[in-house]
């Protein structure tokens, strides 16, 4: 059956961008950021620790420290899609294993506490990356679910 020429047209199919999420994935995303924040607050204790006091310069590196979490806690409350989730849940592991790696590793050499500057800059950038990626895959989902 088509639709009559001389009919007032119709309005186009609501984009499901505002769709709210399901609830195991809204639980997901509530633990995931959750254990974002306690790995950023756990780090950046760390980092207190190691330090001999607080100057500039170490609150600079704190604030290094957590960025990499606070991005993953961010796309935790803005992504969607369960593979964005899997993405953050694996950036969350990836920060946590090298963050751990890195901090073990200030104690062994003189050395040892640049790691407490480049290390976070890279997770930050894998972080970034997967953020960028996960938003990717929320928006051809978003894309795919508009078409059909």
Same mark, same amino acid.
């Given at each position: =059956?088509?639709?009559?020429?001389?009919?007032?047209?119709?309005?186009?199919?609501?984009?499901?961008?505002?769709?709210?999420?399901?609830?195991?994935?809204?639980?997901?995303?509530?633990?995931?950021?959750?254990?974002?924040?306690?790995?950023?607050?756990?780090?950046?204790?760390?980092?207190?620790?190691?330090?001999?006091?607080?100057?500039?310069?170490?609150?600079?590196?704190?604030?290094?420290?957590?960025?990499?979490?606070?991005?993953?806690?961010?796309?935790?409350?803005?992504?969607?899609?369960?593979?964005? =989730?899997?993405?953050?849940?694996?950036?969350?592991?990836?920060?946590?294993?090298?963050?751990?790696?890195?901090?073990?590793?200030?104690?062994?050499?003189?050395?040892?506490?640049?790691?407490?500057?480049?290390?976070?800059?890279?997770?930050?950038?894998?972080?970034?990356?997967?953020?960028?990626?996960?938003?990717?895959?929320?928006?051809?989902?978003?894309?795919?679910?508009?078409?059909?």
């Amino acid at each position: =059956m088509q639709r009559s020429p001389y009919a007032p047209p119709r309005e186009p199919p609501a984009v499901d961008a505002a769709r709210p999420p399901s609830d195991a994935r809204a639980i997901a995303a509530h633990i995931l950021g959750a254990a974002s924040l306690l790995s950023a607050a756990i780090f950046v204790g760390w980092a207190v620790w190691l330090s001999s006091g607080l100057s500039i310069f170490v609150i600079i590196i704190l604030g290094l420290i957590a960025a990499p979490y606070l991005v993953l806690w961010l796309a935790c409350r803005t992504l969607t899609g369960w593979i964005s =989730m899997l993405l953050v849940a694996v950036a969350l592991v990836g920060c946590i294993w090298v963050g751990v790696y890195a901090f073990d590793a200030v104690d062994e050499d003189a050395q040892g506490g640049i790691n407490l500057v480049f290390i976070p800059i890279l997770q930050l950038g894998g972080v970034i990356c997967a953020a960028c990626l996960g938003g990717a895959f929320d928006w051809i989902a978003q894309k795919v679910r508009a078409g059909s």
